[in-house]
């Protein structure tokens, strides 16, 4: 048990620095991450000077301007950059032989890789993240109460795992065609567009909007957005948490279907 | 077949002399009546390369510290060489790995500048990057391609006409005749990354030498390939050589390559020139004995042969010996007083082998340099 | 003896990626339908926003619509001819293919900016052309004159030429700093601003920030200059910000060449 949580322990230090050696690019990447926010505030407001009412389907402009920043702090949670196609391009070069030989799960590898990854992250970027927040700190309605708050924290780590499994059993897909890139595309803009990442999902006209209820996406970046906006509240916030746990579970699920199943094809081939 | 007169540029094509006539190693010849005729392809003075890399650290907490600011320290990756190459010598550049061979072509052909000294080849300072110059180079290198990897050869050599702005006719005879002396015609069409190591190499020099450089550095153009394809090269090079009479500088570390192509060689460690020479030449100054071959008339071989040298090895009735250069005249002499003798023969050392002590001892004076610069305090 | 000719290696590039391209059919295919789509989207964004608002920042939306499919003329253009170049060399300079380039007897700018086309990234030219054709009738007012079929097209080359210079720039830092991943990044950020009518930036902030990127940064005036001059009526106050704009391209370019040849002389290849 001990030496098994050591080497959970390596791979997880050895994920920090690996992530840790590119400074320049994260300091780089970090700070530019903010700059869409920016035009967004503008456009926004030129939106609203020339609309007559104050607020469309129910927001401010001051709500959309705090809805993109929360938008970027759950897309901060539940982006997976690299990890699908990371695991198709494994697939294509037969790097994936090495989980099928030592005793690591894949899937629990990539998830201590992803952990790493988004701590550093978060390490780098909890100083821009903060100053922004306090900079922009007169868009927001102000702070929620303590039960909403902790449903918003509990929907960020929710859109963590969501993002994760969703986007690791896209990725599982490569065992079948190998080449990926097309499907993953299509799911970026998905995610893009109906993650409600582009703009709050509550403008989409009815049919639209009862699709995106039907779809995972709105939970990786507009659900705890909206819900630390108390956009959602009561019966709807425990219904929308639910879903988004039965969400998680299904993908856990399919992931590690997939997986079992990739790999049984994969020996099966003799690859 | 090549033609030297084919050339598009008069003045290499009517040289007047043998191509690789150095004064040092025909002392006996009117050399200053050649020196007028020959002028030096390539000239190097006091030619200097530094290297600042950064040190990564070791551990998490200094990885985060790294993040702020990092260490580094200067690699001396050629440290002052002087060198001169007449036009139309073949030159070896031999050398222990990470000597500065790699770093010394890639002066001369421009790509990086040094931090110091002089160079010049074909009266151009490489690093200006003139297009006279460059036109009139080629640079190979056996670890990198240039090529398209996912096109057929023949696009990128198309590409190479247009960029070098060779003419239809002329491209097409020279690329024939390549084509043709490496025989690989039938590839052409093949995209480059479904060849194997040699034809992409045979392809790579042919694209350097469709503009008829008058310069070419190759730089360990033999790197990875079997016996045969090393060969082939060989034989391309040494033709090619002596059609053109082109200037080369060859990096290798195969001692066939060397022996086959060059009569003179360079020899850089640490960034130095430590020989500069025929290859000969590496045996007399570098091995400090010779071995001797005894085949005995007697029935019984003397048993006390260690007294004349260093037995290197007993299959009766002959006997190898190891002995001291100096003392070769005086073991010979009392062996053949001593014993009955029915042949003897006196040999060098392999090349590969004195090359080796070589580097190896060169290596060994650097580490004991090191040692005590970083004994004497520093201030 | 003679100068390389500039156009006959350009045209052996784009030849040779046509080759290339057409050998992974597939992906090509996929790289045009995914780039067309994702203009697609954002024309579902501004379709979305119109239905609450009449204009912004009095572009109305066919006028606005103009305005995208002159980011798409530019984008794909830039994306076509030179954005897999500037990709392409930080990964040049971390492999040292770069001494390959360093080695021929060509500009070695052109030759680094125009090696490869992305021919897939030209559908986006002709979505561009078919949402102009469905906009410009639509503005109310318009009169088509020859100054547009001048001008616009004009326009559109010379806030290529500006992009071009900044990403060029940009990529020449990967020479500096060795490596650049966030490259892509830093140029979708930075040309993000650029994608919105300048009018939009007012106030306190938004007038600096409109001034620092017209006139130090000049990423303002790639799209806005040809889309006003197609959208707009041509009025004489678009002539200051014209004439501007012809001399911010003159000076991005000789800029640019500055940056690419600094770094240039900083070149240390890679080992081995
Ligand atoms: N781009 C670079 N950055 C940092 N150090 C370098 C670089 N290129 C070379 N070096 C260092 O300079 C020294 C000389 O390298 P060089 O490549 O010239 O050796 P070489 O003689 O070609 O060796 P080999 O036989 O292994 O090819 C080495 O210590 C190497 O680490
Ligand atoms: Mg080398």
């Known amino acids: ?271 | 077949m090549i033609k030297a007169g084919a050339k598009a540029r008069g003045q290499q094509s009517s040289k007047p002399c043998p191509s690789t006539f150095r004064p040092d190693l025909y002392p006996d010849a009117h050399w200053s009546a050649y020196n007028l005729l020959i002028m030096s392809a390539i000239k190097i003075r006091g030619l200097k390369k530094s290297y600042r890399v950064y040190r990564k650290k070791e551990g998490l907490l200094a990885s985060i510290t790294g993040l702020f600011q990092r260490d580094y320290r200067e690699v001396d990756a050629v440290k002052g060489i002087d060198l001169d190459v007449e036009q139309g010598e073949f030159v070896a550049f031999l050398g222990p790995n990470g000597a500065g061979k790699t770093t010394t072509l890639k002066l001369l052909s421009g790509v990086i500048s040094p931090t110091g000294g002089a160079a010049s080849v074909l009266g151009h300072t490489p690093w200006l990057r003139e297009n006279e110059y460059r036109r009139r180079f080629a640079l190979v290198m056996g670890q990198k391609n240039q090529l398209w990897w996912d096109l057929p050869a023949q696009e990128s050599f198309r590409l190479h006409q247009k960029i070098y702005r060779i003419d239809s006719s002329e491209f097409q005879r020279t690329r024939d005749e390549l084509v043709d002396l490496l025989e690989v015609g039938q590839l052409l069409g093949q995209p480059v990354r479904e060849l194997s190591l040699g034809e992409r190499m045979k392809m790579e020099l042919t694209a350097a030498l469709l503009h008829s450089p008058d310069v070419l550095f190759l730089d360990e153009p033999t790197i990875g390939l079997d016996v045969i394809a090393q060969h082939n090269i060989q034989k391309f090079l040494k033709h090619y050589q002596a059609m053109r009479k082109i200037t080369i500088l060859l990096t290798s570390h195969y001692m066939k390559d060397v022996a086959a192509l060059c009569r003179r060689v360079v020899i850089i460690a640490h960034g130095e020139i430590v020989y500069d020479g025929s290859l000969a030449g590496i045996v007399d100054r570098f091995s400090s004995h010779k071995v001797l071959t005894l085949h005995f008339a007697e029935e019984r071989m003397p048993s006390d042969l260690a007294r004349y040298g260093e037995v290197l090895e007993i299959v009766e009735p002959k006997a190898k010996l190891r002995v001291d250069r100096s003392s070769i005249a005086k073991v010979l002499s009392s062996v053949l007083a001593n014993h009955a003798v029915e042949d003897v023969s006196v040999e060098d050392p392999p090349l590969e082998e004195v090359i080796a002590d070589m580097f190896a001892l060169t290596a060994k004076n650097q580490a004991d340099k090191v040692a005590a610069e970083s004994l004497t305090p520093s201030p | 003896m003679h100068h390389p000719s500039y156009l006959g290696v350009f045209l052996t590039f784009a030849r040779n990626s046509l080759i290339r391209d057409m050998t992974f059919r597939a992906n090509f295919l996929i790289e045009g339908i995914s780039s067309v789509s994702w203009m697609i989207m954002n024309l579902g964004f501004y379709t979305l926003v119109y239905r609450f608002t009449p204009s912004i920042a009095d572009w109305d939306k066919y006028e606005f619509f103009v305005f995208i499919s002159t980011t798409m003329f530019v984008n794909s253009l830039v994306q076509a001819f030179f954005m897999p170049n500037a990709q392409e060399l930080s990964e040049l300079v971390r492999t040292g293919g770069l001494d390959f380039a360093l080695l021929k007897p060509i500009d070695t700018q052109f030759l680094v900016s125009l090696q490869r086309v992305n021919w897939a990234s030209l559908g986006n030219f002709f979505v561009a052309l078919l949402l102009l054709a469905y906009a410009v009738p639509r503005i109310e007012g318009f009169e088509l004159s020859p100054w547009h079929f001048l001008l616009y097209p004009l326009y559109i080359v010379l806030g290529v030429f500006i992009l071009y210079s900044v990403m060029i720039a940009l990529a020449a830092t990967s020479i500096w700093l060795g490596r650049n991943q966030s490259l892509y990044d830093f140029w979708f950020y930075i040309t993000n601003f650029s994608r919105y009518p300048m009018e939009i930036y007012e106030g306190t902030w938004g007038t600096p920030l409109r001034q620092l990127f017209t006139f130090v940064v000049p990423i303002l005036v790639v799209i806005n200059v040809p889309a006003r001059i197609m959208a707009k009526p041509l009025v004489s106050d678009q002539v200051f910000l014209a004439s501007f704009a012809m001399l911010a391209t003159a000076i991005s370019l000789l800029g640019s060449r500055w940056v690419f040849k600094q770094a240039l002389l900083s070149y240390r290849s890679a080992s081995s």
């Open chain 1, 1 to 271: 048990m001990v030496a098994r949580a050591l080497t959970w322990w390596t791979i997880l230090k050895i994920s920090l620095e690996e992530r840790l050696v590119y400074r320049g690019d994260f300091a780089l990447g970090t700070l530019m991450r903010f700059l869409p926010i920016v035009t967004q505030i503008f456009l926004w407001t030129a939106v609203f000077a020339a609309s007559e009412s104050g607020t469309i389907v129910g927001y401010s402009r001051n709500d959309i301007v705090a809805y993109y920043l929360l938008t970027m702090l759950a897309r901060a949670f539940s982006s997976m950059p690299g990890l699908a196609s990371g695991i198709a391009r494994q697939v294509r070069d037969g790097e994936i032989k090495k989980f099928l030989i030592q005793p690591i799960d894949l899937i629990s590898y990539l998830l201590l890789a992803r952990i790493a990854h988004k701590l550093v992250y978060y390490l780098v970027a909890a100083g821009p993240f903060a100053l922004v927040y306090y900079l922009c700190r007169s868009y927001f309605p102000g702070w929620p109460a303590t039960d909403v708050f902790a449903a918003f924290l509990l929907s960020l780590v929710l859109s963590f795992m969501l993002g994760f499994f969703l986007e690791a059993s896209m990725g599982m897909i490569a065992f079948w065609f190998l080449e990926v890139t097309s499907l993953l595309f299509v799911y970026m803009l998905f995610t893009f567009f109906f993650s409600g990442h582009m703009f709050p999902l509550d403008m989409l006209p009815d049919f639209w909007l009862t699709l995106v209820d039907y779809m995972p996406f709105k939970y990786l970046a507009y659900f705890p957005a909206a819900v630390f906006l108390g956009k959602i509240e009561g019966e709807a916030l425990y219904q929308g948490l639910l879903i988004q746990t039965a969400w998680v579970v299904f993908f856990i699920v399919s992931c590690r279907l997939l997986m079992q199943a990739g790999f049984n094809r994969y020996s099966g081939f003799g690859g």
